[in-house]
């Protein structure tokens, strides 16, 4: 069982189209990261959320964290062809350094 | 500043075989962790070493093994190679505090035959 469920798995849409990415669990986290990943590169990290209710955002990416900390979205609006890659949010605790559970990511897909 | 570097890029082996897979932190960087990626489990933690002690442990049995050097330089072994390893290996370093954000090398990809 996944400790965080991410959906959609996949995800093919149209340049200029907006997307909501989503990341579930059960658990509550001290910290959520989001991270990128292209083929043949590690994932980079987008950005992180700490604080319940928290959104950040980054450019056309905004990110929200849950007000009981247990799942997150990522919203793109207008998407680009660059912004293809896989998604993969990444849960942390308090006592786990550098151990984060990740999900299964979503491939996303965005075409001309 | 230079990134993680994970040495080898590509690595093909024959079950029964052990490998050893390097990384080098970025400077300053002194926690290196391991993670795992496979189509069908995504990302799984190995090991985190700080300072060269082993700080977490993942849920992988004992033939997967790790060490840190005194310059933070990491390596991973995995001995009596099955196919079932054949993967993406990541390496991420992070200065060990706190919500450290994470970064990644582009992995060894292991094959297993």
């Known amino acids: 069982t996944q400790l965080l469920e991410q959906s959609p798995q996949f995800l093919s849409i149209q340049e200029g189209e907006n997307l909501t990415v989503y990341c579930n669990s059960s658990?509550?986290?001290?910290?959520l990261q989001w991270y990128r990943q292209e083929p043949g590169e590690g994932p980079v990290l987008l950005v992180t959320?700490?604080?319940?209710?928290e959104v950040k955002k980054l450019k056309r990416l905004t990110f929200q964290f849950g007000d009981a900390r247990k799942d997150s979205s990522l919203h793109i609006t207008a998407a680009q062809p660059g912004d293809t890659g896989l998604y993969l949010c990444?849960?942390?605790?308090?006592?786990?350094?550098?151990?984060?559970?990740f999900g299964e990511g979503t491939q996303l897909t965005v075409n001309p | 500043k230079a990134g993680v570097t994970q040495t080898p890029r590509y690595l093909i082996k024959t079950r029964g075989q052990q490998v050893t897979l390097s990384c080098s932190p970025i400077?300053?960087?002194?926690?290196v962790s391991w993670y795992q990626q496979t189509p069908g489990q995504g990302l799984q933690f190995l090991f985190e070493?700080?300072?060269?002690?082993?700080?977490n442990k993942g849920n992988f049995p004992g033939r997967f093994s790790g060490r840190q050097f005194s310059n933070s330089r990491s390596e991973m072994n995995v001995s009596t190679l099955e196919l079932g390893d054949s993967a993406l290996y990541l390496c991420?370093?992070?200065?060990?505090?706190?919500?450290?954000?994470?970064?990644f090398g582009n992995g060894t990809r292991l094959t297993v035959t």
């Open positions: 070493y700080f300072s060269e002690t082993q700080r």
């Open positions: 959320v700490v604080t319940g209710g």
């Open positions: 990444a849960g942390a605790w308090e006592t786990s350094g550098s151990r984060l559970t």
């Open positions: 400077s300053g960087h002194r926690s």
């Open positions: 991420a370093s992070s200065p060990g505090e706190g919500f450290s954000p994470l970064h």
């Open positions: 658990s509550v986290f001290s910290s």
